[in-house]
Every structure is written in C-alpha cells, then in structure tokens.
DNA sequence: CTCTCTGTTATATCTATAGTATAACAGAGA
DNA sequence: TCTCTGTTATACTATAGATATAACAGAGAG
C-alpha cells in the first residue's frame, strides 16, 4: 500500500503542514515503513499540483521532527529518530488544550478514551 | 480562584491563541464559572503589555467558537454554547495527527490512556 | 563525457496573517 | 458630564506561506 496524498486547497491548514501530517500518520498506519523513499521534491510538487519549494518546506521540518533523513541522491528516506522525552512532552501539552476544549462541551473521559481505542486501532493496534 | 495570564513573546503560538487557550483551559479547570466575566480589552491589553485589537481578536473568536457572549456593557461573559457534534468531530481531527506523532515514537495506547486521565483529572474529573 | 536525476541555495514577488498604533463612535451607568 | 464598555476604521510594519525562475553540486546511467 503506497501513500496517496490530498492537498485540500480551502482548509486553513498551511499546505506544507498538511503534507508532514499525511506523512506521519502514513507511517502510523504503516502504510510506509522505515528505510522507504518518498517521491522527490519535484515530483511530488508536480502531483499534487503545489510548488516544489512548499514540498521541500515538508520535507525539511519532518527532517527536523525527526522522521525522515534526507539523502542528496536519494531523496527523503523514512527513518523515524524521535526523542521520546520531548515528544512526550509535547504529546502532553497538545492534550492539554485538546482535552480542555473536550471537557467544556461535556464530553466524557470515557468517550475520549473510546475515541483513542478507535483511532490506534487504525494505526498499528500497539 | 481566578485566572492568571500569561503570555510568551518568544512562542511560535499567535498571542491570542495563548489567551483564547489559556480561557479555555481555565473553563475546563472550572476556575472560571458559567456567567463570569473576563477582563475588558484594554484592562487585559495592559495587564499582559499587548494591544487591545490583539485581545479583542481573541474574544472575538472565542465568541465565534462559542465560549463566551460579548455585552456592549458589560464586556466578554463566559457562555459555553458548542455545537458537540462538530466538536466532537473536531477533536477527532486533532486527536488523529496527535495519535499519530505519538504512534511513531512507539507510545503505547496504555500511555496515552494515562495521560488522558493525568490532564483529565486537573479539570473537572469527569 | 554527457544527460538526467537528486537536494540545495538564492532571489524576487505576492498574499494573508499577526500585531501595533491612533482615533473615533455609540451605548450604558454613575 | 465623565467614564467605562465593545466596535469600527484606517494605517503601518513584520512575518509566514506560497509561487516562480534560476542556478549549483553530487551521483548515477548511458
């Protein structure tokens, strides 16, 4: 399974965001694994219909998120290398506001922990 | 108790998205109550050092997303009124990005599961 | 060696957003 | 009348997002 990518031009996401959160949760669901390529700046550019540069901006801040490295010849490789402490921490302070808007509206603790078994069960189940 | 601002000039967050979170958040931590109002925005705008357009940007939207009614007399008053279904949906959104970054680091669903009851129990517990 | 593919770098331009600054207006209350 | 509210308008600066063109260096294939 390969990784399809949709540019939503009318969302208030900046274009190159939504391309890094495709890509990550690609490799969540594992529909990409550790060690593959992703298309070339141009080439990507070119199939989804954005600017080369845009693409690059992805690439280069997933590089320095930690979830690809990016080979002169090659291209961008997925190789995930995270640090675990501070992506927990960051994990923490997106659920902080998260669940905080979660919580105004009366939704439950149960319903979010439904909603988390839901989504990770779209990902590697682990 | 009541609220206490704090903004970080250094953040990469808009300055009004650090005051919309952080009324948010203090809704959900029930240190502010249902009828309550804030500060008026040039009060707020002094006590934090920023201009008055950035705060009424911030109430502004805090209105549009409905968690707060502006009175011309009396300023921004606390008035959580959230369509759930689209919340809920959104904070489905979100947690699928956020999920996902949390996947690739190999963060187990136990994990996560703990810190939702960590943040969970800082607010109102239910 | 040449051709073609990679990422990289450098400009330049345009647009939208964020933030500040000043100013004025209308409504409400003391 | 004075003072407080939010609201509106205008103007300016700075930054971020996106595009466009162009060129460069390294690597691989022919």
Chains 1, 2 share one sequence.
Do not use: W
């Not at 600017?51 to 901006?57: C, E, L």
């Not at 280069?60 to 090659?74: A, I, N, P």
């Amino acid at each position: 399974m390969d990784l399809v990518f949709e540019i939503d031009f009318q969302s208030d996401e900046a274009l190159y965001t939504q391309l890094c959160n495709q890509i990550i949760i690609g490799i969540a669901k594992e529909m990409v694994h550790e060690g593959d390529a992703l298309p070339s700046v141009r080439q990507l550019a070119d199939e989804v219909g954005i600017n080369m540069h845009t693409v690059n901006k992805a690439y280069t801040v997933l590089k320095q998120e930690g979830y690809v490295k990016v080979d002169r010849r090659k291209g961008a490789i997925i190789a995930v290398d995270i640090d675990k402490l501070r992506a927990l921490a960051r994990t923490k302070e997106d659920l902080r506001i998260l669940l905080a808007r979660a919580s105004c509206m009366n939704v439950s603790r149960e319903e979010i922990h439904r909603l988390i078994d839901e989504i990770y069960e779209e990902y590697g189940g682990c």
